[in-house]
């Protein structure tokens, strides 16, 4: 099972942009939650934003209120809408899925994608 992550550029100060991320085609798999982390140069990797599959979301407190995390747990599917772009937004993001049912505890990762907030 591979996660994509997509959406990932160069973008301005105050800017948008949107990251996907889908389960590769085929797959069983269901997910408990998905979320996107990211993680800074020279920085710990850090949770961004996570929902679940029963509707729940929870932010870092640096993001609330500028990203909207949302999930399609049919389709395996995750977005990050990221609003008013910081440059320390800055960073590879990486999605993550929980596993349930027989995947339950286990987690996949998407390979990242870079964005860059910078005039």
């Known amino acids: 099972v591979q996660l994509q992550a997509s959406g990932g550029g160069l973008v301005q100060p105050g800017g948008s942009l949107t990251l996907s991320c889908t389960a590769s085609?085929?797959?069983?798999?269901?997910?408990?939650?998905m979320g996107w982390y990211r993680q800074a140069p020279g920085k710990e990797r850090e949770l961004v934003a996570v929902t679940s599959s029963g509707g729940r979301t929870n932010y870092a407190d640096s993001v609330e209120h500028r990203f909207t995390i949302s999930g399609d747990f049919v389709k395996n599917t995750v977005y990050l809408q990221m609003n008013s772009l910081k440059p320390e937004d800055t960073a590879a993001y990486y999605c993550?899925?929980?596993?349930?049912?027989?995947?339950?505890?286990?987690?996949?990762w998407g390979q990242g994608t870079l964005v860059t907030v910078s005039s």
């Open positions: 993550k899925g929980e596993g349930s049912g027989d995947y339950y505890g286990s987690d996949f």
């Open positions: 085609a085929g797959t069983r798999l269901t997910f408990l939650t």
